[in-house]
């Protein structure tokens, strides 16, 4: 298990769709920068993640404001910046996010990533989640848009993965 730092999206999402339980389960530790919590205060999310933001064991505030790197002229969001600025100044860290620009940044520094998608996917290899499928269709429900052909070509590889066992 790796260490991971998360930002908006993803974590209003799983939280939305049931599976922020998910998160401590396949990562070692889960951060989220101060920017992402303005950015989830700022948003309808805020009674959600209320009583998560101020009193989870699993879940650290970081502070990524006084790192600056090319990513601060990238044009990407302040939460999207700030995960990623984490990531990159901490080897090992994965940053967890959906956002499709804020990936492209990911790929060209070479920094380690996975989205909402992912952590279903890894969830559902550690046999947290027992169907795919059904966990990608509670998050689009719980906001997130997925290409659905994605989703098919990860369940059909994580079937291909398990000896064709189903979940």
Known sequence: MKPAVIN????????????????????????IPHAVVG??????????????LSGTGWLSLVDAGSLRSPLTSARLGPGETEVLEYA????????????KAAR??????????????????AATQAQYLSDFATAAER??????YI????????????RSTDGGRHH
């Open 104 to 121: 492209r940044v990911a790929d060209v520094l070479g920094i380690p990533l996975t989205g909402t998608l992912g952590v279903l996917a």
């Open 39 to 52: 950015e989830i205060r700022a948003g309808k999310a805020e009674e959600l993640f209320g009583e998560l």
């Open 8 to 31: 908006a999206s993803p974590l209003i999402v799983l939280g939305r769709a049931g599976y922020l339980d998910l998160l401590p389960k396949i990562f070692s530790s889960v951060s």
């Open 88 to 99: 990159r100044a901490h080897a090992g860290v994965i940053a967890v996010l959906d956002d």
């Open 139 to 144: 998050v689009v429900r719980a906001g997130l």
């Open 147 to 158: 290409d659905p052909n994605i989703v098919t070509k990860i369940a059909e590889r994580l």
